[in-house]
């Protein structure tokens, strides 16, 4: 519960900040599309550093490491309060995403070593019901903050959160000792970084149109390379920054696999609905943020049944007819229209969350099933970076979408009808995972849940 309330300081975080795009763009003077670098960045640096977690936690010990990411991700906070610019808010994003990528992950370290095995469900399940209050309570009070006070106001609630975590870290996680092993593969932090730059970046440039086409499509080819080099790199080295060998256990690499493409079809679901209620719907913050709250309602009742339902009909058919319904209700949220009665968008949302929540809390059970222990702090922190890369290009793909929809319609500003068709494109890529999902035997991962059946 308490590496939950690390989630939950980024989660709160990163809800709230979406329904105060509109205002920070007006503020700042940006299109509204453009305010999508707020949220990328964040991931970004989240996913350049998530690599380094693992080597920090084993280094130096994970509750140091832990208690250093939560002030450093107040600190940046306090900074993102303070900007007077896009520039300065996205570097300041940047650091809280650097410090993000240490918080998680190594939280998940401290828990996928002192957890017992056919517990391991039920751990990841309720390891986030804490950090799902952030979604829940995100939205509604970053409206009625921009509402009543102002943007700067969703940043600096992270300070008390922050202070309040790092003393109940200190008092209540044991100080599990760093030990010297293999030095930090510097030329794979290197490479890995260019990689993730070059495609978030790319992705980017080639939506917003702030850089020629052929110099966008020039990054993305510098980050394809970038991540081929790292691998060729990964097969000669001793100890790896990323660990590729992973993917050679058939339930790490179907989870990867299929996680990252609903990922890259799910993730930008959030900001595509703040584009749809307040721009296209003119629904004010906090109108816009309740009707979201739904969706983190029902990702927070779902993490209670999660385990029942699992091992009820196990990992294969649970993720296979989840990911077709996954796909269906993002499709659906797309063909709101402002006519459509809010308790059907109610009802939607909420349909939503319960079924997305499901697939995540699968995913982190079944990611880990049959990794042995001492390889956890690497599978962390491999499964952490496609996690926040994925979410990063999620969001990057899908503002790039709508700017060429946009543009090859003649819209000048967002219309309806241009979200609706970025939400059914991600609802495909979501049902597309369950071709992944079958390659999954029958009985995969059933000693995680073993417990509960017998």
């Not at 593969?185 to 070059?198: M, N, R, T």
């Not at 993917?247 to 799910?266: C, K, Y």
Request: charged share 10%.
């Amino acid at each position: 519960m308490i590496i939950g309330c690390a989630l939950f300081m980024e989660l709160i975080d990163a809800t709230a900040v979406l329904t105060a795009l509109p205002q920070m763009a007006r503020e700042f003077d940006e299109p509204s599309v453009r305010m999508n670098l707020v949220v990328s960045l964040y991931l970004l640096a989240a996913a350049l550093f998530v690599p380094v977690s693992g080597w920090a936690a084993d280094r130096f010990g994970p509750r140091r490491v832990f208690v250093s990411a939560i002030v450093l991700f107040t600190a940046a906070s306090i900074a993102c309060a303070c900007s007077g610019s896009l520039l300065q808010l996205s570097l300041a994003r940047m650091a809280q995403g650097a410090a993000g990528a240490m918080m998680v992950p190594v939280g998940q370290v401290i828990l996928l070593r002192w957890s017992a095995r056919e517990n391991l469900l039920r751990a990841m399940s309720y390891l986030t019901i804490p950090a799902l209050i952030g979604p829940i309570l995100g939205p509604p009070l970053g409206g009625l903050l921009v509402m009543l006070l102002s943007w700067q106001w969703i940043f600096l609630i992270n300070v008390p959160i922050g202070i309040l975590g790092v003393a109940l870290v200190i008092r209540h996680i044991p100080d599990y000792p760093g030990k010297r092993g293999h030095p930090l593969d510097v030329p794979g932090l290197l490479l890995s970084g260019l990689g993730l730059a070059g495609l978030v970046f790319g992705f980017e440039a080639l939506g917003h149109g702030f850089l020629p086409r052929s110099w966008a499509l020039s990054l993305i080819a510098l980050g394809i390379t970038g991540a081929v080099l790292y691998a060729w790199h990964a097969r000669r080295v001793a100890h790896p920054l990323i660990d590729l060998s992973l993917l050679r256990i058939p339930t790490f690499a179907i989870s990867f696999w299929g996680g990252n493409l609903m990922r890259i079809g799910s993730a930008s679901q959030p900001f595509l609905l703040v584009l749809l209620f307040q721009l296209c719907f003119g629904l004010n913050p906090l109108q816009a943020g309740l009707l979201s709250f739904v969706g983190g309602a029902g990702a927070f009742l779902m993490k209670l049944l999660a385990v029942r339902i699992v091992s009820r009909f196990g990992f294969r058919r649970t993720l296979i007819g989840n990911a077709l319904l996954t796909g269906l209700t993002l499709t659906a949220t797309g063909l709101f229209e402002l006519s459509t009665p809010y308790w059907v968008v109610v009802v939607v949302l909420f349909i939503s969350g319960i079924i997305r929540s499901l697939q995540f809390s699968t995913l982190g059970a079944l990611t880990y099933a049959d990794v042995p222990s001492q390889q956890s702090s690497d599978a962390s922190s491999l499964s952490a970076m496609s996690i926040q890369l994925t979410m990063s290009l999620s969001v990057g793909i899908a503002a790039a979408l709508l700017s060429l929809i946009m543009s090859a319609r003649g819209h000048p500003t967002i219309a309806a009808a241009d979200v609706a068709l970025v939400m059914g494109l991600a609802g495909g890529l979501c049902a597309l995972s369950a071709l992944v999902y079958r390659r999954l035997s029958p009985a995969a991962g059933s000693e995680v849940y073993a417990s509960r059946t017998r």
